[in-house]
């Protein structure tokens, strides 16, 4: 104690020698560095005892312990295992906007200037890990995933498409066919009879001969303790691709393309399909197709564009409708179409001023459809829309005996064109739309994406159709502004007799669906154009060129392989028009006289006879 208190009393170091100042420094720096390592080791847990009395390194020396705190450690990532998980056969509606991509196919060892919708599903499948790639290893960060090394491929996958639609070509209704992984238990073993079972309340049970019951997991109820697939997939999609819902539980065999009895594509257009001359109104009651010249006006003939539509029903040919690809070897080019009208789309408040140009749309339902078939449609009715050509010009496109080699002629433009929806045999797919996750406070993120990506959309077309608007009217009172020269004739001419030709016949005005205004040469009509060989010629000189591509064809020969292939295709075509038309009668479309006669002529005959259609599975 009265150490202590003499400590506390006040030094005189005046007196004090260099020598004995030093050691008194180097006693008060000791002194702290123990004080600061005891209030460090108040804070921290207990840990392991460090001999602070070695000689080979003195304690003064010692650093203290960091600070005990785990989160700001990185955290070791988990190696993701399959074999831990179920998998399960799913089917998803997908949702997309073409413009961004080119096309909804992913060609492999095929770099394209867009990615491909396909692409990119398969990519997100991927990350989302709920199909595990080849390599476990690989961290699925760069921007563009090799699916060629990554992606399981289809007998791993069970992967299926129902449609491929080009560059530009958006879809709201694709569908695949995907195996997934799943929180669905894996049904266990049967106990051996007599073993005792333990329930989870602590009950046991003697399994009895012949119980199945116990083999099965208990309490998991599907959809609702499944995982929310549609929320995983939308959240690392990007908001031009969405999926819109899946379904659990499709057949063991399933195949988007080959279970799809139907495709219904909309093809979306304006009228007027090209500004008015002189800034006129879009009043098509009063503004004809053509005006007193003989030149289009830009109004398109809505009821003769119904009445040509109306001739494509049935069950046709339409090899002059599409994009021949020999590459393909197809012989078949029949296929039966159920619905096929003009739609006018009721206008909303935002575009519904007396200068607003209307929206239509093509409306088309089929069982199967060939390579640009809908745009090769879409672009003979613009030509009959525009009094280019008669009505007529389909159903003689759509006889093949009389023109077995397709006219030259342009399709339409890609951008309007959707595959609204896919049709499967009734209960083949049930559907669960909407997000899947419990949580009153939980938003609808599916609902969201679209809104934002509509919300931008329309806010541009409002600002564009009151530019559009404006301009018009400044155009207008230019006509009677005094300073200006009034125009004398249009750029589709005055004085030309022909229809849509400019007064020194050079040009006509093209509608193809797209924005721009086309100028083409003098009218050609269809029949009277260059025409392309025949398919029989088409194909022989491919397989003459390259006989490696065709398999067991041989150069110039169909073979057997051919023949049995191209027999199997007649078939499964016929079972799915078959059950197309007994579904479309379902569905309300009206069926023609003699469809079902014309259906099984090709391979299904015996099935129309027997009246089994409905029985019928699609592989």
Known sequence: MADGAAQQEEVDYSAWSHADLVSRVQQL???????????????????????????????????????????????????????????????????????????????????????????????????????????????????????????????????????????????????????????????????????????????????????????????????????????????????????????????????????????????????????????????????????????????????????????????????????????????????????????????????????APKIYYFDLHGSAFLWHQVRHMVAILFLVAQHYEPPEIVTELLNAEKYPRKPLYEMADDRALVLWDCYFPKGTLDWVYGETERGAAARDGLVDTIWTTWHASKLDEVLKSQLYAATLKWKVESLTDPRVIPPTQSLRGSSSQEPGVSPAGASHILVDGGSKVLFRGKYRPVLQRKRMETVDVLNERYRNKKPEKVGALGKGKKGKAWDEREEKELEREAVRMNIAIEEGVMMGFPRKEGEGVVVGEVAGEVVAEEGKVSEVVVG
């Open 29 to 355: 720096e000791q002194s702290l560095k123990q004080s600061a390592l005891q209030a460090q080791s108040d804070t921290l847990p207990i840990r392991k005892v460090v001999d602070t009395t070695s000689t080979k390194k003195n304690a003064n020396d010692q650093k203290p312990y960091p600070p005990s705190n785990n989160q700001n450690r990185p955290k070791a990532k988990r190696k993701f295992d399959p074999s831990r998980y179920t998998t399960r056969l799913i089917a998803l509606k997908v949702a997309y906007l073409g413009g961004a991509y080119n096309g909804f196919e992913h060609q492999p060892n095929n770099d394209t200037p867009l990615p491909t919708v396909e692409a990119k599903l398969m990519e997100t499948l991927l990350k989302s890990r709920l199909v595990a790639p080849n390599d476990l290893d690989d961290p699925l960060t760069s921007s563009r995933i090799d699916l060629g090394k990554l992606w399981p491929g289809e007998e791993v996958t069970q992967y299926s498409k129902c449609g491929r639609t080009d560059r530009g070509v958006s879809g709201f209704g694709q569908v695949i066919g995907i195996r997934v992984r799943s929180t669905r238990p894996a049904p266990r073993e049967p106990p051996k009879e007599g073993e005792v079972i333990e329930k989870k309340d602590g009950r046991e049970e003697v399994e009895e001969e012949g119980s199945e019951a116990s083999a099965q997991p208990e309490e998991w109820v599907d959809i609702r303790d499944e995982l929310p697939y549609v929320q995983i997939l939308n959240r690392l999609l990007p908001p031009d691709i969405q999926v819109l819902a899946w379904a659990p539980n499709p057949p063991a065999d399933f195949s988007a393309r080959f279970n799809c009895i139907g495709r219904h594509y909309r093809y979306f257009f304006t009228n007027p399909a090209v500004p008015l001359p002189h800034g006129g109104t879009a009043d098509l009651t009063a503004t004809p197709t053509l005006d007193s010249h003989g030149n289009f006006t830009g109004v398109l003939d809505i009821p003769r564009m119904q009445q040509a539509a109306q001739l494509f029903l049935g069950h046709n040919d339409f090899r002059n409708f599409c994009k021949l690809d020999a590459s393909k070897q197809i012989q078949n080019f029949k296929r039966y179409i159920y619905a096929s009208d003009i739609v006018e789309l009721p206008p909303s408040s935002a575009n519904s001023s007396p200068n």
